[in-house]
Nanobody, 133 residues
Framework: HVQLVESGGGSVQAGGSLRLSCAFS????????MTWWRQAPGNEREGVVG???????TYATSVKGRFTISKDNAKNLLTLQMDSLKLEDTNTYYC????????????????????????????WGQGTQVTVS
C-alpha cells in the first residue's frame, strides 16, 4: 500500500535553512503528482510546490526562489530544500501524492499543484513541524 513518511522538520532562525524529506513507497512515482503542502492551525492548507509526472515543477509565489523540490526515484525520496526561511514559513508541512491519468493534462492543465485542491490528493504523510523564529 502507498505510504508517505516525512522527516526533517525542526526549529531554525529566520534566514536559515531546513531540508524536509518524504520517503514514499507502494507506487511508481513517475505516474503520480507529488507535492508539498503546509498548514498552520486555523488556516487553509496551502500548496507549496509540486512535481508533475513529466517532471515539471510548480512553486507557490511565496516560496519561489527560496524553496527547491527534488525527487530521487532510485531512493523513493522527495526532498524540499528550504532556504532563507521567514517567520511566515512556520507551519506543519505535508507531502502528498495522487495518481494522474495523462488525460487529465489533455484538458489544458499543466500543473497538478495549481489544478487540484488538497482534497483531491489521495495519499498524505503525517506532517512535520517547521518553526522559524
Amino acid at each position: 500500500h502507498v505510504q508517505l513518511v516525512e522527516s526533517g522538520g525542526g526549529s531554525v532562525q529566520a534566514g536559515g535553512s531546513l531540508r524536509l524529506s518524504c520517503a514514499f513507497s507502494g507506487y511508481t512515482s513517475s505516474e503520480y503528482c507529488m507535492t508539498w503542502w503546509r498548514q498552520a492551525p486555523g488556516n487553509e492548507r496551502e500548496g507549496v510546490v509540486g512535481i508533475d509526472p513529466d517532471g515539471s515543477l510548480t512553486y507557490a509565489t511565496s516560496v519561489k526562489g527560496r524553496f527547491t523540490i527534488s525527487k530521487d526515484n532510485a531512493k523513493n525520496l522527495l526532498t524540499l530544500q528550504m532556504d532563507s526561511l521567514k517567520l511566515e514559513d512556520t507551519n506543519t508541512y505535508y507531502c502528498a501524492a495522487v495518481a494522474l491519468h495523462p488525460s487529465w493534462y489533455r484538458a489544458g492543465r499543466s500543473s497538478c499543484l495549481v489544478g487540484l485542491q488538497s482534497r483531491s490528493f489521495a495519499y498524505w504523510g503525517q506532517g512535520t513541524q517547521v518553526t522559524v523564529s
